[in-house]
C-alpha cells in the first residue's frame, strides 16, 4: 500500500510571488484535504476535494485554490504570497462516506518559507 | 463555540512510566474522535480513531484511549512509555456536519526521561 506523498519538501518564496504544492493520495482512497500548520500550531483546514471538486473550505481566503486530477492526485495554489503563508502544508487523503472522509492520513508536508 | 482542547502544552514522562494525554471537546453532538503524532519535521501518523460503539478504543504503538459523553473528554493513554514516543500529540475531532474538515487541539509536546 503506497502513503500520501508530497512534493516538494521545501521551498522558499518571496512575497506576492504564487507557489504550486503537489499531492498524491494513498492507494485506494479518492479524497484530498489540504491542511496549513504554523509553527507552534495545530493544523488548520484549507479546504477538501472530492471527483474533482472543491467539497469543503475552511477560514482561508481565494488565493487559495486547489485541484484534483482523475487519478485522485491534488495541487495547492496560493497566489500573491504574504509572509504569513509560511507554515508546514500538509495533504491528507481519505475515501469518501460518512466517517470515512474523517478518517484522513496525512503526507509528510511541504515546508514553505515566504521572505 | 465548537473547539478542541489539550490542557497541557508539555508532558515530561520517565521511560517505563504510564502517560495521560488529555483531549475535551466542545460540539452539540459527539463528533468522530482522533489522536494523531507528529514527529519532528514530519507529517502526522494516526494512532486511533472513534467513531461510536465500544468507548475504549485500542490504537497502534501500543496506545489507547476512552471517550467519555458525560466530561466530553477523549484522553489518550499508554501503560509504559518508550523514549521513541516522545512527539508531539494532536487530538482532532470530526464534526458530523459533513464539513468533512479535521479541528485540531494546539497539541501536546511529550518528553521521555531515560
Known amino acids: 500500500e503506497t502513503g500520501v506523498t508530497q512534493s516538494p519538501t521545501h521551498l522558499i518564496k518571496t512575497r506576492g510571488q504564487q507557489v504550486t504544492l503537489r499531492c498524491s493520495s494513498q492507494?485506494?482512497?479518492?479524497?484530498v484535504s489540504w491542511y496549513q500548520q504554523a509553527l507552534g500550531q495545530g493544523p488548520q483546514f484549507i479546504f477538501q476535494y472530492y471527483r474533482e471538486e472543491e467539497n469543503g473550505r475552511g477560514n482561508f481566503p481565494p488565493r487559495f485554490s486547489g485541484l484534483q486530477f482523475p487519478n485522485y492526485s491534488s495541487e495547492l495554489n496560493v497566489n500573491a504570497l504574504e509572509l504569513d503563508d509560511s507554515a508546514l502544508y500538509l495533504c491528507?487523503?481519505?475515501?469518501?462516506?460518512?466517517?470515512?472522509?474523517?478518517?484522513?492520513?496525512f503526507g509528510p508536508g511541504t515546508r514553505l518559507t515566504v521572505t | 463555540a465548537q473547539s478542541v482542547t489539550q490542557p497541557d502544552i508539555h508532558i515530561t514522562v520517565s521511560e517505563g512510566a504510564s502517560l495521560e494525554l488529555r483531549c475535551n471537546y466542545s460540539y452539540g453532538a459527539t463528533p468522530y474522535l482522533f489522536w494523531y503524532v507528529q514527529s519532528p519535521g514530519q507529517g502526522l501518523q494516526l494512532l486511533l480513531k472513534?467513531?461510536?460503539?465500544?468507548?475504549l478504543v485500542q490504537g497502534i504503538k501500543g496506545f489507547e484511549a476512552e471517550f467519555k459523553r458525560s466530561q466530553s473528554s477523549f484522553n489518550l493513554r499508554k501503560p509504559s512509555v518508550h523514549w521513541s514516543d516522545a512527539a508531539e500529540y494532536f487530538c482532532a475531532v470530526g464534526p458530523r456536519d459533513s464539513s468533512y474538515k479535521l479541528i485540531f487541539g494546539s497539541g501536546t509536546r511529550l518528553l521521555v526521561r531515560p
Open positions: 491528507a487523503s481519505s475515501s469518501s462516506g460518512g466517517p470515512l472522509n474523517y478518517e484522513q492520513y
Open positions: 492507494s485506494g482512497h479518492n479524497t
Open positions: 472513534y467513531f461510536s460503539g465500544d468507548t
